[in-house]
């Protein structure tokens, strides 16, 4: 089932196909695609799929496959949900006509990094609520497909609460706070406490228990750009074993915006600087969490 636009649509027109074969992908796409082909001067569609559906979509397409840019969804969706937020804003800033109009029919790898645990599929519901913040102003129309066999009944109907025209559809900051509802794992007994989160101390924690030099930079960085966001911090714990090293800072400052970290610096590379940006780019997961007397946040690495 694929979800219309509805009567009258935002700039960014987010739209959901749900499948179960093949035959629904391929029957699916053309006609967003033909939508696509028939809009004067707007560049040319981009369908971001498993590569088996793209070696169907071809053959459909026939002579107008050459009009279309078919691209494996193993090379869009390289890393987390925060790197994706990144390479849509790029490659609209760089491949999308006049007000980032262009049409994007975007399949993530949910039998991969998307699905393969609860907490990754939640952390890829929150891109697609905050999607239709983070790319409110742009003429883009999306159409974001969930094949059955792989994303499964939990995740699609999450997803639904997530595109405008299902009937379902919720307020992004609300789904937000829902996921932020959810406690994080208390730290465990043995975690290290540091007097300050400086990059020194954490490269050299890390290094200690073996996280290579390059990742212990990163992470060292990350963690430093995260503590930028806080004002005061006021502690500071280290746990975990590599690749799967965790921070978590204590703050004074209530950090609250649900977009914190996600939407894109004016800089097209990433640098330090960035804040949570930085941090949500380089480390798997970013946990944000306010309450009365601050806000804590977590990175992990790896």
């Excluded at 009944?153 to 932020?180: F, K, S």
């Excluded at 390059?214 to 911090?233: I, M, N, P, S, Y």
């Excluded at 090293?245 to 330090?272: K, N």
């Amino acid at each position: 089932m694929i979800s219309q636009p509805t009567s009258t649509p935002a700039a960014f027109d987010h739209r959901m196909a749900v499948l179960g074969t093949d035959e629904e992908f391929v029957a699916a796409a053309l006609p967003f695609l033909a939508e696509a082909l028939g809009t004067p001067a707007e560049p040319p569609p981009v369908a971001i799929a498993a590569p088996g559906k793209l070696t169907l979509l071809r053959d459909a397409l026939g002579a107008d496959a050459k009009s279309a840019v078919l691209m494996p969804h193993t090379d869009w969706y390289t890393g987390s949900a925060a790197n994706a937020v990144a390479r849509a804003a790029g490659f609209l800033a760089a491949q999308a006509g006049p007000g980032g109009r262009i049409h994007l029919l975007m399949e993530p790898v949910w039998s991969g990094r998307a699905g393969r645990s609860p907490r990754e599929s939640a952390e890829w519901i929150r891109y697609e609520a905050l999607a239709n913040l983070l790319f409110a102003p742009l003429a883009t129309t999306a159409l974001c497909v969930y094949d059955a066999r792989t994303a499964g009944p939990a995740v699609i109907a999450e997803a639904r609460r997530t595109h405008p025209a299902t009937g379902v559809y919720e307020d992004p900051v609300r789904i937000a706070a829902e996921l932020d509802a959810v406690p994080l794992p208390s730290p465990p007994e043995d975690a290290c406490p540091l007097d300050r989160p400086d990059a020194y101390s954490v490269r050299a924690w890390a290094r200690a228990r073996g996280l290579g030099a390059a990742d212990a930079e990163l992470f060292a960085l990350a963690v430093t750009e995260a503590a930028a966001a806080l004002g005061q911090v006021t502690g500071v714990r280290l746990w975990g074993r590599p690749p799967e090293c965790v921070c978590e800072l204590r703050g004074t400052r209530r950090i609250a915006d649900p977009l914190a970290g996600f939407v894109p610096p004016d800089a097209g590379e990433l640098e330090p600087g960035q804040g949570l940006w930085y941090a949500r780019q380089v480390c798997a997961y970013v946990d944000v969490r306010d309450d009365a007397e601050g806000t804590t946040v977590r990175v992990q690495y790896g």
